[in-house]
């Protein structure tokens, strides 16, 4: 019987939205022992993604996306490797809290929708399935989906795509999530040097705010933007393929 996440993933729907999907006291915890990390920081960002940020500085990141690595000629293998290390750091600092927001993320689908959620993986090594980042400056629009993100790579076979974000702070004034009624396609015009598209004109599917703890899914080869915010705006978030053989895997 057809779900909610079919719909999502099928784009007859806006998004699903979990409230309450982590507790206060898990993001007080969360968010001491990431930024006392010294991962936690402001990473170089590729040339052709740098349009997507108008305003500088840099947002800071924990881990480094797939596609900024595709953008910088990293290859699959030498990504693989990285992402290893990224496992182990990411085991270092879950172990501290108590608690894996992407192992909670696994459960919740697995309870709610009977699907395994597993890492997008190559040659029996996986990808890693997250980033964490502090997007309080402008985002501009753009899309995500992976047999253009990473043609000839794992996630080339995916044939649909979600994005998912767990939010763990209030960025007070702004800080909203638009997400356009316009698919990303290999013929949609972009601006030069970028995905991200400065001048879009598009109609909006649907806009919503942020509030820590919140869980929000939505189909990333829908355009999508973030507006600049009063203060940090820190989630956790990744992908999620439904690939040909009807798998979900997950990377970022």
Same mark, same amino acid.
């Given at each position: 019987?057809?779900?909610?996440?079919?719909?999502?993933?099928?784009?007859?729907?806006?998004?699903?939205?979990?409230?309450?999907?982590?507790?206060?006291?898990?993001?007080?915890?969360?968010?001491?022992?990431?930024?006392?990390?010294?991962?936690?920081?402001?990473?170089?960002?590729?040339?052709?993604?740098?349009?997507?940020?108008?305003?500088?500085?840099?947002?800071?990141?924990?881990?480094?996306?797939?596609?900024?690595?595709?953008?910088?000629?990293?290859?699959?293998?030498?990504?693989?490797?990285?992402?290893?290390?990224?496992?182990?750091?990411?085991?270092?600092?879950?172990?501290?809290?108590?608690?894996?927001?992407?192992?909670?993320?696994?459960?919740?689908?697995?309870?709610?929708?009977?699907?395994?959620?597993?890492?997008?993986?190559?040659?029996?090594? %996986?990808?890693?399935?997250?980033?964490?980042?502090?997007?309080?400056?402008?985002?501009?629009?753009?899309?995500?989906?992976?047999?253009?993100?990473?043609?000839?790579?794992?996630?080339?076979?995916?044939?649909?795509?979600?994005?998912? %974000?767990?939010?763990?702070?209030?960025?007070?004034?702004?800080?909203?999530?638009?997400?356009?009624?316009?698919?990303?396609?290999?013929?949609?015009?972009?601006?030069?040097?970028?995905?991200?598209?400065?001048?879009?004109?598009?109609?909006?599917?649907?806009?919503?705010?942020?509030?820590?703890?919140?869980?929000?899914?939505?189909?990333?080869? %829908?355009?999508?933007?973030?507006?600049?915010?009063?203060?940090?705006?820190?989630?956790?978030?990744?992908?999620?393929?439904?690939?040909?053989?009807?798998?979900?895997?997950?990377?970022?």
């Amino acid at each position: 019987m057809p779900t909610n996440l079919d719909a999502l993933f099928a784009n007859k729907i806006a998004c699903i939205v979990e409230d309450v999907f982590l507790s206060p006291e898990q993001i007080n915890i969360f968010l001491a022992k990431l930024t006392a990390m010294p991962d936690w920081y402001e990473p170089k960002i590729p040339k052709k993604l740098q349009h997507l940020f108008p305003i500088k500085d840099f947002p800071k990141h924990l881990f480094y996306t797939q596609y900024g690595f595709y953008e910088d000629g990293v290859d699959e293998a030498a990504y693989l490797k990285i992402s290893q290390d990224y496992a182990e750091t990411w085991k270092r600092l879950t172990t501290a809290c108590g608690f894996d927001p992407f192992v909670l993320l696994v459960d919740y689908f697995k309870k709610k929708y009977q699907a395994n959620l597993q890492p997008a993986h190559k040659n029996q090594q %996986n990808y890693f399935t997250l980033v964490v980042r502090d997007l309080a400056k402008e985002v501009l629009p753009h899309a995500d989906f992976g047999p253009y993100d990473g043609k000839e790579w794992a996630i080339n076979q995916v044939e649909q795509q979600l994005a998912w %974000n767990i939010y763990l702070t209030a960025p007070q004034q702004g800080g909203e999530t638009t997400i356009y009624d316009y698919v990303w396609d290999e013929n949609t015009p972009i601006d030069e040097n970028s995905y991200g598209i400065q001048q879009f004109n598009q109609p909006v599917k649907h806009r919503f705010k942020v509030t820590p703890g919140k869980l929000v899914l939505f189909n990333c080869r %829908n355009f999508h933007a973030i507006s600049e915010s009063s203060a940090p705006r820190i989630a956790i978030g990744g992908l999620i393929g439904k690939t040909k053989d009807q798998q979900l895997i997950a990377w970022a």
